[in-house]
């Protein structure tokens, strides 16, 4: 079996192999710890950015969720308090339709007559075309003088304010107008007047009402605009800490790239020293081997005999040969004279 003898103290290779055992790549090797200490403490470090990246971002969905919710309620209250000034609207466009009925009847009860066509509001020209109506029927029911073509002429008349009361009815219909009668002016006057206070008061009530709705209001709108700060807030922290990260991580790619780039040199100089080595180790083997051992040697010989022709098969000389044949024919003589004897007796 084959043995590794170990150099001796005092030759050049020992030396070599001796140095570089007891310094493997020293400087090499304390770089390569003091930069995976570094990335160790790189990797914590982007850890812990995006771990207080991961809580402001919590923070901030935490407070959007409850903003969104604030602003659910707040719209609620809005499209409430729209209604009611709707409402409002309503009253206060009843209340100026009932003033201008007003000013035309007291326009009309002092003589006075509207310069421009057409200003009369629909209320005032309902209440006179159905009060002229109203006369027409009675004429036509009482009076029994009326000839023929009278009659006729007052039934087209008739017709034709049917008509018109028709196609005011509906306008008149959305203000709620109060039925004028046009014979009694000073009346009513006095009860649209009510009516227009009455109107007007129910405007005032419907805008305190949205008042009202408006101070539940304020406070959602702060803590919505508080809330949205805060989130606002959080999500620069997040942003900030998520950046810290990303540095950390391109400045830890980077020196992952050096550790490996220093990995392969140790990596390239170990092999290198393995094979001195191993190199070593070989010619220590075949200086030592005997030459039964050298399969080189036994076929050089081999090949070295065979060419001189003196090599027999079993290894048997030529002067082997000639000794075995004598031997053979000196016993074969003894054997006979053994069996004359025996012929003799």
């Known amino acids: 079996m084959n043995r590794v003898v170990p150099l001796k103290k005092g030759s050049s290779l020992g030396n070599l192999v001796k140095d570089e055992q007891q310094k493997p790549d020293d400087d090499l090797r304390t770089r390569l710890h003091a930069m995976e200490t570094k990335i160790r403490?790189?990797?914590?470090?982007?850890?812990?950015?995006?771990?207080?990246?991961r809580r402001a971002a919590d923070s901030r969905n935490a407070l959007q969720e409850q903003s969104k919710e604030i602003r659910e309620s707040i719209k609620e209250k809005l499209d409430e308090q729209k209604k009611v000034r709707d409402q409002a609207q309503i009253c206060k466009a009843r209340r100026d339709e009932i003033q201008k009925q007003i000013r035309e009847l007291i326009n009309q009860n002092r003589g006075r007559k509207d310069e421009a066509k057409g200003t009369k509001s629909v209320v005032i020209q309902l209440s006179e075309i159905i009060n002229e109506i109203e006369k027409i029927e009675n004429t036509m029911?009482?009076?029994?003088?009326?000839?023929?073509?009278?009659?006729?002429?007052?039934?087209?008349?008739?017709?034709?304010?049917?008509?018109?009361?028709?196609?005011?009815?509906?306008?008149?219909?959305?203000?709620?107008?109060?039925?004028?009668?046009?014979?009694?002016?000073?009346?009513?006057?006095?009860?649209?007047?009510?009516e227009a206070d009455k109107a007007h008061q129910e405007m005032?009530?419907?805008h305190k009402q949205a008042d009202l709705i408006w101070d539940?209001?304020?406070?959602?709108?702060?803590?919505?605009?508080?809330?949205?700060?805060?989130?606002?807030?959080?999500?620069?922290?997040?942003?900030?800490?998520?950046?810290?990260?990303?540095?950390?991580?391109?400045?830890?790619?980077?020196l992952i790239g050096q550790v490996n780039e220093i990995r392969d040199?140790?990596?390239?100089?170990?092999?290198?020293?393995?094979?001195?080595?191993?190199?070593?180790?070989?010619?220590?083997?075949?200086?030592?081997?005997?030459p039964s051992e050298d399969e080189g040697m036994a076929d050089s010989l081999a090949s070295q005999l065979i060419n001189s022709g003196s090599l027999t098969l079993g290894g048997v000389l030529t002067g082997d040969s000639k000794s075995s044949v004598s031997k053979k024919m000196n016993g074969k003589k003894q054997s006979r004279k053994l069996r004359t004897t025996r012929g003799k007796k």
């Open 41 to 53: 403490r790189m990797k914590e470090q982007r850890n812990s950015f995006n771990e207080d990246a």
């Open 141 to 194: 029911m009482t009076d029994g003088r009326l000839i023929l073509e009278t009659e006729n002429k007052l039934l087209k008349k008739l017709k034709v304010l049917i008509s018109k009361r028709d196609k005011l009815m509906p306008a008149v219909k959305d203000f709620e107008a109060i039925n004028i009668d046009i014979g009694d002016m000073d009346g009513s006057i006095k009860l649209l007047k009510s």
């Open 216 to 254: 539940d209001v304020k406070p959602m709108l702060a803590e919505r605009d508080f809330l949205r700060a805060e989130a606002d807030r959080f999500h620069l922290a997040y942003v900030a800490s998520r950046e810290s990260a990303n540095e950390v991580h391109e400045n830890m790619k980077e």
């Open 204 to 206: 005032i009530d419907f």
């Open 265 to 290: 040199e140790i990596k390239a100089a170990e092999e290198e020293r393995m094979k001195v080595i191993r190199d070593h180790n070989q010619s220590v083997k075949d200086a030592l081997k005997l």
